[in-house]
Each structure stands twice: as structure tokens, then as C-alpha cells.
């Protein structure tokens, strides 16, 4: 769920470094280990640091090639003739078990040792060859939820279900084109499958045309055609629980080039019916569906929030964007700009697309896997603001000592408690390890005149570091010359520095100061150019104008200067673009509220409630202390540390343990019921599981990592376990639950 490089290591300092750090958990930690002896190992490095995203860690924990055969002999390093490239790529339930499909129509099966070094022990050849062009593409490569199957869809060669005894049966370890358990629509183009996290139903792409089986005859139950030319595809499924009434739902995405459609079915009655869609196309949905608008691009992926409540797409126009279920309305838009050009052995696509999305497990955090430039965005639910991200995709990175930022793209993302499941266009499969953080309560805002809200630069709620600007490289491939920056100088950020005159003699830094001056459009979308930022979430209590200060330290007119904008980390519905303050006062503190031709800056404030402040870097070197806002034109602060503003009371607890339990030896399940308390629907209780339990479930839907409040009441969870007898008396037999403010809708 990845920037400096050294020979097969890479330490990549994505993301963010929070100064306020507060503590850190896994959103569920679920891990065990396989027995069987490995058949041939293919684990390329493992390393320790891959970034810091807001207070939070990604760490890899493994990397290995999709392919391992096509590797062999060849020299990783020609980025024109890659020999594979990674494609669809799923966990098992227990995390413990990786598919991953290539563009040779084959899945590879991997297990993981207790270090997540990953073996591969038999493939599937869906298709024997020889491919052109996607023709070979594995689409979708889907674990069943008892981990028993898995699927695979190619063009033209339909679904195949394969299953996972057989392969490890296999003398050769090679499952043959004829050796699968089921075959579904064998001419058809399948570019979207997945199961129902019941294992109750199956649906898979036919082209347009969305099939659902029941299990375990594969009998198929229902279709759904999706609008446009017939050769277009259904490109992604995903099945959630509806919140309030436990329904299943499904929900799938299709196009081609600049249409796309996304539809929403539920299933009641034991019949499955259309909710509503999103479509470019104005066709009349079925009786009984709703029809929203268009999407604006071929939608390559969907997926729904770990809590249902909401669903995201990537599409081919550059973006993800966000919607509620209940009612389909969207409410962020998350656009990405960067290299838009495919290399040799890529996914061909004339038009560069966001491919891969996913959810943290905890719900907190939406994932994205960017344009062709291996860059993962890590969105902040709430306020829908950048919170930090990692290269992924680096022109094969180590594995090839190159070190130019990455020009491939990440084709699929999954998660699995607390790890992420990376593949992609390099040709690998990454295993990383997401550790998310307790997210602050915001600012208060008084609700007295000169209504403030006063911030220490230092404890801001998100700080992200962006920007590489090292030298410049030029090379050309497929006919295009591309300018590409280093990865492994220039990062810039915000650091701490301790400054006796600063508000609790801390203040932060726009690092490094080495006089860099080009930060002068902080927010284009591409966090490898764009400047780093500061994120401040306030709850207001007044709309209208409010002017911003900031208190800083230049010592030239070459660092005196930021930029200041309000909700604009997402170009969210009511953004407002970067906008510049400057300091005319040098070496020494002082507060300032204009740009350099003394005009004012402000922000318009459209509604009471949750905002969030940026502070970007303009030019290195500047010094900030503390950070304010005010409906008082003619209000003016003191020269010195002003008291900071306190947290918001929003009605919700502050982190707590809620419940702890024991859990016996043996495989066995219960039930367990909590008392939620008084928080409100801004909550979430997240439970925690002991490093050892192996197999487990819960009663809440498909990712059941987060249960949503509705208010105080009593909540049960089933859960199941299989503990070695070897582990009786451990400390380690917990499964807790902890509660804390979810941070947004």
C-alpha cells in the first residue's frame, strides 16, 4: 500500500512527518504463517523504512517479480523490453496467500512466510499464447473469500476458475489451459470479476454484459447490460453490506475512452435489481433505477469504503472520485496530473487513467494509484486532502539501477488488514505494511469576536512532503522525449526546528534551504512537483470572509514568502487555488496577513463546520510559527506566541479502549458485544486482532475491519479463530476494540 535509492534497497521518503506524532496502530493486524515447503522462492529485497504518510508508515515488506521465468537472463535494466508486467493481483482472506496475473494470460500463485518473503508455488495458464497488444492481459486474478479459488478473465477467452488444491496437486506446478474447475462465457472479453464476501455469488464482465453466478453450481442468476458499444468492458466489481440494512450490494464500472458508466445493484428477495447509475450516456436505466449523471471517463476500477457507506471509481479522465451509496450524490473530486505517456510492455491505453483504488481497511484512507507514474496518492476521508504518497513504480527502480522517477503505472491495488498489495506495469507485486495513525479532532474556532482560530505550525493535521526537483534527464522511448527528474534528490518539506523565540520554541522550516524559489504553483496535482504542505482542520462557527495570518521568519527576499488556500488538497467542490503572503519584515518574527503588493488574503468560508486550512511552500528557507484566522479585518496580533485555539468538541469520544478479550486454543467462533457509549455517527470502533490469530471473521460485510456508530446502544461481533494448541498461555490471544472519530462522512 514506495524515494533515495541504494543498491537493492530504497528508501523512499514519501508522504509526511507530523510533528505532534500521535501514537501509532495498525488499522487490524492479522497475520499467521504457512507450513508447506517452498517450491522455488522469488523474493527480491526486503526493507525497513518506505515513508512516513501524515504521522502514518508504509513499509515494504516484500517485492518480487509477477513473473519470475520471464526475468531470468534479462537485463532489468533495458526499460524498452520489460518481460513482464504485474496486472490483476488479489490477497487471500487471511492475507497469507497473493495471485497476481501477467500479460502472458497466466496467474501466479504465491505463499508468505512469516516475513512475507513470497514463494511462488504453481501458476495458471488461462490461454496459451502467443499474445499482441492486452490480448494476453489478466484483468481480474480474484481470491475467493474461503481462499479456496481463485479467478482469472482474459479477451475473448471469458472467466476461469481455478482451483488452488489442484494447483498444489500439480507435479509440475503449472495448471494447464484445460485444467480449470469452471469456464464462464469463453468468447467473451472479461475484464472485471469478483466474489461476494458471503462466497454466495460470483459476478463476471461478458464484454458490457455484467453475469451473476450462485455458488457452487456457477449457475448464472441474472444480467445486466451496461450502455455502449458492444466490444466495450465491464473493468471492475466489488460487493459491499448496505449500512442500514444489511443488504448485499454490488457495484460495477465500464467504458471506453472518455464514456463511462458505473451501475449499483442490490440484492433483496433473493433477486438482484438496479439501484441507480452514473452514465455519460442519456439511455433510459430500468424501471425502478435512478439515472445521476456522467462520469466523464471509462471507469477502470470501483470500489466500496470498508464501512459501505460510500464508493470510489478511477477512470481514464485523470481522476477518482467519491459518492455516497444511499443516495449516489458525489462529494469529492480527487484529480491526478503527471507523465501521461506508456512505455514498451505497458498497458497500452491511448488515454492515461487512474487503474487501481482502494480503501485502508480502517476506512480513513483512500488509495489511488495515480497516471503513469507509479505514484500512490493517499487520500484523508474527511476533508478529501492529500495525506501523503509513495513511488511505487521507478522503471523496474532497484531491480534495474535506474533511479528516474517512475513512468509506469500501478494496474492494481488490494488490502488486507493492515498490508497492501501493489502490481503494476515494473512487472512486480509489492507487499507493504500501512500503519495508520489516531486522527486529531480539529481546531476550535471561538465563538466570540474576533471569532479566532489560532494553530501551531508544528502540530498541523497532515504535512506532506512533494517536489523532487533534482536534475534533469532526458530520454526517449515509443517516439516521445520525456524530461525526468531524479528520485533521489530535492524532496521537499516542512521540518521542525527549534526556534527560542517561536510559540513553545518550535517552529517548522521549508526544507531544504537552498534558496529553491519554485514553488510558485504549489498545487498542480502531481505531488512529485508540487510543494509540500501543511494541513490545518478547524471547525468553524462563522461563514463569510476570514482574513488569514501567519506568523513567520525570512531573512531575504528570496524566502519570505508561502502560499494559503482552503479546501483545495482534493480541488474539492468550494476550493480555493494557492494564494501567496508574503513577509516584508526580515530577520526577525513577524505576523502578516498580505502578499507583497499589500493585498489582503483571505478565505470565504460557505458554511459552518469542517474545513481545512493549507499552508504550501512558495520559496525554502521560510520559517513559520503559527497560523490564524479571523472574521476582524482590523484585528491585528500581538508580536509574539498567541495561545493555541482548543480541539473541537464534536460529540465524539477521544481514542478509547472499549472492550479486550481472551481467546481460547482451538478453532472455534462467538459472539461479542460492546457498548458503544455516547458517540455519534462520526465514530468508528476498530478493532484489533493479536499477531497470531490466523483465520477470522466478522458479521459486518465484506472488509470487516470498521464498525460505523450509530449512537449509543450495545454491538455484537461474531468472530472466528483457529489458535495452535503450541500458543496456549501467550499474552498475545486479544482481539480489542478501540474507538475513535472516523474524520469525515
Known amino acids: 500500500m514506495l524515494r533515495s535509492s541504494a543498491p537493492l534497497s530504497e528508501v523512499i521518503p514519501a508522504g509526511s512527518d507530523r510533528a505532534n506524532s500521535a501514537a501509532v496502530r495498525s488499522c487490524i493486524i492479522c497475520a499467521g504463517r504457512f507450513l508447506s515447503e517452498p517450491m522455488k522462492s522469488f523474493l527480491i529485497f526486503s526493507l525497513t523504512l518506505l515513508g512516513n504518510l501524515e504521522g502514518a508508515t508504509l513499509t515494504l515488506l516484500t517485492k518480487t517479480h509477477a513473473d519470475p521465468d520471464s526475468f531470468a537472463g534479462n537485463s532489468a535494466g533495458n526499460v524498452d523490453s520489460p518481460k513482464g508486467s504485474a496486472t490483476g493481483a488479489t490477497f487471500s482472506a487471511d492475507g497469507l496467500r497473493v495471485v497476481v496475473g501477467d500479460f502472458k494470460a497466466t496467474a501466479h500463485y504465491f505463499e508468505a512466510d512469516a516475513n512475507f518473503a513470497l514463494t511462488r508455488r504453481f501458476r495458471a495458464r488461462h490461454e496459451n499464447g502467443p499474445f499482441t497488444g492486452v490480448n494476453g492481459e489478466v484483468g481480474p486474478a480474484m481470491f475467493s473469500p474461503e481462499g479456496d479459488f481463485f479467478a482469472t478473465g482474459i479477451n475473448a477467452k471469458g472467466a476461469k476458475v481455478w482451483s488452488v488444491a489442484a494447483g498444489l496437486a500439480d507435479a509440475d506446478g503449472i495448471l494447464e489451459t484445460n485444467q480449470f474447475s469452471q469456464h464462464l462465457t469463453p468468447t467473451q472479453t472479461c475484464d472485471g470479476a469478483n466474489w461476494s464476501p458471503d462466497g454466495q455469488w460470483f459476478a463476471a464482465g461478458a464484454y458490457l454484459v455484467l453475469k451473476v453466478y450462485s455458488r ?126 506508456w512505455l514498451a510492455g505497458d498497458d497500452e491505453d491511448a488515454n492515461a487513467a487512474v487503474e487501481a483504488i482502494e480503501w485502508s481497511s480502517c476506512g480513513r484512507y483512500f488509495f489511488h494509484g495515480g497516471l503513469i507514474d507509479g505514484a500512490l496518492r493517499v487520500w484523508r476521508r474527511g476533508d478529501w486532502s492529500l495525506a501523503g504518497w509513495v513511488q511505487t513504480q521507478s522503471t523496474l527502480g532497484p531491480l534495474g539501477g535506474r533511479s528516474d522517477e517512475g513512468l509506469r503505472a500501478i494496474e492494481f491495488l488490494d488490502v488486507r488488514e493492515d498490508k497492501v498489495l501493489i502490481a503494476g506495469d515494473e512487472g512486480t507485486a509489492q507487499i507493504a505494511r500501512f500503519d495508520a495513525p489516531v486522527l486529531d479532532l480539529p481546531y476550535q474556532q471561538s465563538s466570540s469576536p474576533p471569532y479566532l482560530a489560532v494553530m501551531e505550525a508544528e502540530a498541523a493535521h497532515g504535512r506532506v512532503a512533494q517536489g523532487l526537483h533534482g536534475p534533469t534527464t532526458t530520454f526517449t522511448n515509443n517516439s516521445v522525449t520525456r524530461n525526468v527528474r531524479s528520485v533521489i534528490d530535492g524532496i521537499r518539506n516542512w521540518g521542525n526546528v527549534a526556534e527560542p523565540a517561536a510559540s513553545g520554541s518550535m517552529a517548522v522550516q521549508a526544507l531544504p534551504d537552498n534558496g529553491d524559489q519554485s514553488g510558485t504553483n504549489p498545487q498542480t496535482n502531481d505531488p512529485r512537483v508540487d510543494s509540500p504542505k501543511l494541513d490545518f482542520r478547524i471547525q468553524f462557527t462563522r461563514t463569510g470572509t476570514h482574513y488569514v495570518w501567519v506568523r513567520g521568519f525570512a531573512t531575504t527576499t528570496g524566502n519570505n514568502s508561502c502560499h494559503v488556500g482552503l479546501d483545495h488538497g482534493a480541488n474539492n467542490i468550494a476550493g480555493t487555488p494557492g494564494l501567496d503572503l508574503n513577509f516584508a519584515t526580515l530577520n526577525q518574527w513577524t505576523w502578516s496577513s498580505v502578499n507583497a503588493t499589500s493585498v489582503r488574503r483571505t478565505v470565504n468560508i460557505t458554511s459552518t463546520g469542517l474545513h481545512t486550512l493549507h499552508l504550501w511552500m512558495r520559496e525554502a528557507g521560510l520559517k513559520v510559527d503559527q497560523v490564524l484566522v479571523t472574521t476582524d479585518a482590523s484585528y491585528i496580533p500581538a508580536n509574539s506566541g498567541l495561545a493555541t485555539s482548543p480541539r473541537a468538541d464534536l460529540g465524539v469520544l477521544q481514542p478509547r479502549l472499549v472492550a479486550e478479550w481472551s481467546l481460547p486454543t482451538g478453532s472455534g467462533h462467538a459472539d461479542f458485544t460492546y457498548q458503544r457509549g455516547t458517540a455519534n455517527a462520526g465514530s468508528f470502533f476498530l478493532l484489533e486482532y493479536s499477531a497470531d490469530l490466523k483465520t477470522w471473521s466478522l458479521a459486518h460485510g465484506s472488509r470487516p475491519v470498521s464498525i460505523v456508530s450509530a449512537g449509543p446502544g450495545t454491538e455484537s461481533v461474531t468472530l472466528r479463530w483457529d489458535i495452535p494448541a503450541s500458543l496456549a498461555g501467550t499474552p498475545k490471544m486479544f482481539v480489542r476494540v478501540r474507538e475513535e472519530w472516523l474524520g469525515g462522512p
Not at 438496479?274 to 439511455?283: H, I
Not at 433510459?284 to 470500489?303: C, D, Y
Not at 481514464?316 to 455516497?324: F, L, P, T
Request: with cysteine.
Open 216 to 341: 457452487p453450481t456457477f449457475t448464472e442468476v441474472a444480467s445486466f447490460t451496461h450502455p455502449g458499444t458492444s466490444t466495450w468492458e465491464v473493468n471492475s466489481v466489488d460487493f459491499a453490506n448496505d449500512p442500514v440494512t444489511g443488504e448485499l450490494l454490488m457495484l460495477s464500472g465500464s467504458g471506453s475512452g472518455t464514456s463511462g458508466t458505473v451501475l449499483l445493484h442490490r440484492l433483496r428477495g433473493g433477486v438482484w435489481s438496479e439501484v441507480y447509475r452514473w452514465s455519460d450516456f442519456t439511455n433510459t436505466p430500468p424501471a425502478g433505477s435512478t439515472r445521476l449523471g456522467g462520469i466523464g471517463g471509462s471507469v477502470k476500477s470501483v470500489r466500496f469504503s470498508p464501512d459501505g457507506k460510500l464508493w470510489g471509481i478511477g477512470c481514464r479522465s485523470s481522476v477518482s472520485r467519491i459518492y455516497r451509496t444511499d443516495t449516489g450524490a458525489q462529494i469529492a473530486n480527487l484529480p491526478s496530473t503527471g507523465n501521461t505517456a
